[in-house]
């Protein structure tokens, strides 16, 4: 029912979230989700909704979080990137050594306060359970608001003890369900997502578009490296045209792939056990020793040395 909506409310030109993980905050979005509500006669419609949700459409910071080793990394990286994404705003506080994973502020009515957190919650929930198995025992989800009639929906799409009327709508997380693993993690393809999310962290504010455009397109293609012709075909414009972009921004296409390549060697030797060599080739270099000497002009140090020097 929620994409049959949604593809009804495109067709009407009524405005839809702005990605397949909407975050409703923005009026439109609330009023669609409220005018679906209404039509449904569905009061658990939006957490219906949120748990029709996949993890993989949040693009990149869905497969970053896949690959987290844990699930501390992985809200670590919830919290520092969701913005990027246009994403609920999220806060973690400390409590009785776990965690209380808290919704931020909503930007709307108080009668709609109640459906927007379901389904920023669902999302979460539908997250958590791409990322681990089985119920995680001791977590709480409160509510900041009174038992509603449909209360019996939320043990079944929450998987967790629920608790109402409480001071926050949060999420409690003893310290032991921190370590759990996330059990798609992937150190090699975590090191690749997680500079992806950055480089869109980056971008909400930087004035140097192309140059960051460039930079993404580098990092996410990670291992088989595209020419400065297949960039400036992704970006939809001549090699020429983007090369003078790149003047503008007083920067060229070599200097911008050395520096990506910089930046996932350290990452590589910082957060993964992959051997020199690997990571050589990760980073297409023909010969071991040629990644050595680039490692030793951009660092001062062997690869070896800077892992020795950076890792506990």
Same mark, same amino acid.
């Given at each position: 029912?929620?994409?049959?909506?949604?593809?009804?409310?495109?067709?009407?030109?009524?405005?839809?979230?702005?990605?397949? %993980?909407?975050?409703?905050?923005?009026?439109?979005?609330?009023?669609?989700?409220?005018?679906?509500?209404?039509?449904?006669?569905?009061?658990?419609?939006?957490? !219906?909704?949120?748990?029709? $949700?996949?993890?993989?459409?949040?693009?990149?910071?869905?497969?970053?979080?896949?690959?987290?080793?844990?699930?501390?990394?992985?809200?670590?990286?919830?919290?520092?990137?969701?913005?990027?994404?246009?994403?609920?705003?999220?806060?973690? %506080?400390? %409590?009785?050594?776990?965690?209380?994973? !808290?919704?931020?502020?909503?930007?709307?009515?108080?009668?709609?306060?109640?459906? *927007?957190?379901?389904?920023?919650?669902?999302?979460?929930? $539908?997250?958590?359970?791409?990322?681990?198995?089985?119920?995680?025992?001791?977590?709480?989800?409160?509510?900041?608001?009174?038992?509603?009639?449909?209360?019996?929906?939320?043990?079944?799409?929450?998987?967790?003890?629920?608790?109402?009327?409480?001071?926050?709508?949060?999420?409690?997380?003893?310290?032991?369900?921190?370590?759990?693993?996330?059990?798609?993690?992937?150190?090699?393809?975590? *090191? *690749?997502? %997680?500079?992806?999310?950055?480089?869109?962290?980056?971008?909400?504010? !930087?004035?140097?578009?192309?140059?960051?455009? *460039?930079?993404?397109?580098?990092?996410?293609?990670?291992?088989?490296?595209?020419?400065?012709?297949?960039?400036?075909?992704?970006?939809?414009?001549?090699?020429?045209?983007? !090369?003078?972009?790149?003047?503008?921004?007083?920067?060229?296409?070599?200097?911008?792939?050395?520096?990506?390549?910089?930046?996932?060697?350290?990452?590589?030797?910082?957060?993964?056990?992959?051997? $020199?060599?690997?990571?050589?080739?990760?980073?297409?270099?023909?010969?071991? $020793?040629?990644?050595?000497?680039?490692?030793?002009?951009?660092?001062?140090?062997?690869?070896?040395?800077?892992?020795?020097?950076?890792?506990?």
């Amino acid at each position: 029912m929620p994409d049959k909506f949604f593809k009804r409310a495109a067709a009407k030109g009524w405005s839809t979230p702005n990605s397949a %993980h909407p975050a409703f905050n923005g009026f439109d979005s609330v009023i669609l989700l409220m005018t679906a509500i209404e039509l449904t006669k569905d009061p658990s419609f939006a957490m !219906r909704l949120g748990r029709s $949700v996949d993890i993989t459409s949040c693009g990149t910071l869905g497969f970053a979080l896949m690959t987290c080793a844990n699930l501390r990394e992985s809200i670590l990286l919830l919290l520092r990137y969701g913005k990027a994404f246009s994403l609920p705003q999220w806060e973690a %506080h400390e %409590h009785k050594g776990g965690l209380l994973l !808290r919704l931020g502020v909503l930007s709307t009515a108080p009668e709609h306060i109640r459906p *927007v957190t379901e389904l920023c919650f669902a999302q979460l929930s $539908v997250t958590g359970s791409s990322l681990y198995r089985g119920q995680i025992q001791g977590a709480e989800l409160q509510f900041a608001f009174p038992k509603p009639a449909h209360s019996a929906s939320y043990k079944f799409a929450l998987n967790v003890d629920v608790a109402f009327d409480c001071q926050y709508s949060q999420l409690y997380l003893p310290a032991h369900a921190l370590d759990t693993p996330v059990r798609t993690s992937d150190p090699s393809q975590y *090191v *690749v997502f %997680h500079q992806q999310c950055e480089e869109m962290l980056r971008g909400l504010g !930087r004035a140097e578009k192309i140059t960051s455009e *460039v930079r993404r397109l580098l990092i996410q293609s990670a291992g088989q490296f595209p020419s400065i012709a297949g960039v400036a075909d992704s970006l939809y414009m001549s090699e020429r045209t983007l !090369r003078r972009h790149l003047s503008r921004e007083s920067n060229t296409f070599r200097s911008i792939l050395e520096e990506v390549r910089n930046l996932l060697a350290s990452e590589y030797l910082t957060k993964t056990d992959l051997a $020199v060599g690997e990571i050589a080739h990760l980073l297409e270099y023909s010969e071991t $020793v040629n990644f050595r000497r680039a490692f030793l002009r951009w660092r001062g140090m062997t690869p070896s040395a800077y892992r020795q020097q950076t890792r506990p």
